[in-house]
């Protein structure tokens, strides 16, 4: 609730010329007519407030004075209150784009001090914030920390675009809100991986080394070679094939059985 000042002005409010006084030792009585609930009337002071949370609108109330010494002699005025919104803004932040990972990852905060505002200052979400931030809306994939404004992709989230809708309302007025909508766009890390040339070699009763099974011209992560194994950029898996063939998978390492006869034998890896 906030003072909307005084029903009575020294100027306007008088008995024969001197300021009307309301109150027991006033000379003159004081009475609520009519008015919007939202203004209230202290008839021994003449004090108007404005209620909690009125909404923005012109709001009256009409008093009556009467001279106290006799009730007969009254007059009435009408007093005038009106209430605008702070400004409110919410708007949304050009899509993020992010790399997806097995690990969550920040997508950025909601709140921009050059979308997000409230009378002009940046909106401050929290406890002893000027807003009060809550999630609308959106995505599972897409954490929203209402607290901070902190927007969290999940890990392991797969390609494609998540939405996440958040309303700010004003802390002093939670009926004066605005909402926007971030966009987080998930991409992978291009990633290759191709056939070499037919391997051909003479059958032995030996083990054969058989080459690698990474080449740094097919097999690419985002352009670069694809290098497994500890400290790697790559996880090498084996993915079926001829039993006759082994993959070492920490190195990408080939190898065919001693003994294997003559024939074609394959691989298939991830």
Known sequence: AQSAGNALDPSNDTL??????????????????????????????????????????????????????????????????????????????????????????????????????????????????????????????????????????????????????????????TDHCAEATETVTVTFTPIAAGPEPVRSFTATIDPIVAGNALDPSNDTLDGFAAVPGFGGNVVLTLGGGSPEVSLNVATGELGVAAGTPPGTYVLDYN
């Open 16 to 173: 024969n010329g001197a300021a009307a006084l309301p109150g027991a030792s006033g000379n003159v009585v004081l009475t609520r007519v009519s008015g919007d609930a939202e203004l209230a009337l202290d008839t021994e002071t003449g004090a108007i407030t404005l209620a909690a949370g009125a909404a923005a609108g012109t709001y009256t109330v009409t008093y009556r004075i009467c001279e106290r010494t006799n009730g007969d002699n009254c007059a009435e005025a009408t007093e005038t209150v009106t209430v605008t919104d702070t400004a409110l803004a919410a708007g949304p932040e050009p899509v993020r784009a992010l790399i997806g990972t097995d690990a969550a990852q920040s997508a950025g905060n909601a709140l921009d001090p050059s979308n997000d505002t409230l009378n002009g200052a940046a909106a401050v979400p929290g406890a002893g914030g000027t807003v009060v931030l809550t999630r609308v809306s959106g995505d599972a994939e897409l954490a929203l920390d209402t607290e901070t404004g902190a927007i969290t992709l999940a890990a392991g989230a797969p390609e494609g675009t998540y939405t996440v809708t958040y309303r700010i309302c004003e802390a002093a007025n």
